[in-house]
């Protein structure tokens, strides 16, 4: 297996616009994490999800956020508009309910 | 609620050092605990769990022990390489009901292994 893949790896924009981050699960894994790490606030829980469904979105910072796990093989996590405050790396990781979680290499958002 | 507490870095040390990085937990219930390592430029991957106490995880020459009376998950190493340099972040998945809960990790400490 490929493992969980993130895109895009890198990803610079202006303030204002949308950005949108994707994630490719391992296949057969049942659950999906969203994660974003600062050197702030270190690595902060955004969303996960169970069977596709959002199980707890509390970590979600406002309402410029969104994700969305349309199938078991991809989900999405937006912001629009884009604040300079969430640049950030975004990890998404998975796991088959063992507790271990497999992680992609992250996208590095940069937000002007 | 639950939460992870582990030690602010970075920890500088010399190749062949002992390693220490203390790790300290809040949770209701029996938690499973858990160390994970990020290398420069990659996502985090599990190192070492513990599922109940007096567990003692091990892997690479990591080792830790669950201890529930201290509620500590303190990291060791005997002799570390430049390779082990890294984040280690420490990490607590509560159970509810059954269920599996999400995994809560601390802010990570940076060691950084100079030959």
């Known amino acids: 297996d490929a493992g969980v893949i993130q895109s895009p790896r890198h990803e610079v924009t202006e303030m204002g616009q949308e950005v949108t981050l994707r994630c490719k699960p391992i296949?057969?894994?049942?659950?999906l994490f969203w994660y974003r790490q600062t050197m702030m606030r270190g690595l902060e829980l955004l969303i996960y999800?169970?069977?596709?469904?959002?199980?707890?979105d509390s970590g979600m910072p406002e309402d410029r956020f969104s994700a969305k796990m349309p199938n078991a093989s991809f989900s999405t996590l937006k912001i629009q508009p884009s604040e300079p405050r969430d640049s950030a790396v975004y990890f998404c990781?998975?796991?088959?309910?063992?507790?271990?979680?497999?992680f992609g290499s992250g996208t590095q958002l940069s937000v002007l | 609620g639950n939460s992870v507490t582990q030690m602010e870095g970075p920890v500088t040390l010399s190749e062949e050092a002992f390693l220490t990085i203390n790790c300290t937990y809040t949770?209701?219930?029996?938690?499973?605990l858990f160390w994970y390592v990020q290398y420069p430029g990659e996502g985090l991957q599990l190192l070492l769990k513990?599922?109940?106490?007096?567990d003692k995880g091990s892997n690479k020459g990591f080792e830790a022990t669950y201890r529930k009376e201290t509620t500590s998950f303190h990291l060791e190493k005997g002799s570390v390489q430049v390779s082990d340099s890294a984040v280690y972040f420490c990490?607590?998945?509560?159970?509810?009901?059954?269920?599996?809960?999400?995994?809560?990790f601390g802010t990570g400490t940076l060691l950084a292994v100079q030959p």
């Open positions: 990781a998975s796991s088959f309910t063992s507790g271990k979680l497999f």
């Open positions: 296949s057969g894994h049942d659950y």
């Open positions: 999800f169970n069977n596709n469904v959002p199980i707890d």
């Open positions: 949770a209701t219930g029996y938690p499973s």
């Open positions: 513990a599922t109940k106490a007096d």
């Open positions: 990490a607590l998945m509560g159970i509810y009901g059954g269920a599996t809960n999400k995994l809560i």
